[in-house]
């Protein structure tokens, strides 16, 4: 998996949202969760200009099941 490359803003668009209690996650490189927002929308944008450089993961969560994948601020 290929991480993603951001500077300002990043675009999370899910298949289908079939669950109310959907989250999305960003967390650094040692665990800790510096981002949290419950989805409403298969689209959202969230912007990540207050973020320093660097390596992070980006969680969805959606019920029992979830999928994160590598994003890097520049």
Excluded: M, R
């Excluded at 675009?11 to 079939?18: K, R």
């Excluded at 320093?52 to 994160?68: A, H, I, L, Q």
């Amino acid at each position: 998996c290929f991480p993603y490359y951001a500077s300002s803003v990043i675009h999370v668009e899910l298949n289908a949202l079939n669950n109310e209690n959907t989250a999305i996650q960003i967390t650094n490189t040692l665990g800790q969760t510096i981002y949290t927002e419950k989805i409403e929308s298969s689209k959202t944008t969230i912007n990540t200009s207050n973020l320093s450089n660097g390596v992070y993961f980006v969680k969805v969560v959606e019920g029992k099941y979830s999928t994160t994948k590598k994003i890097i601020i520049q």
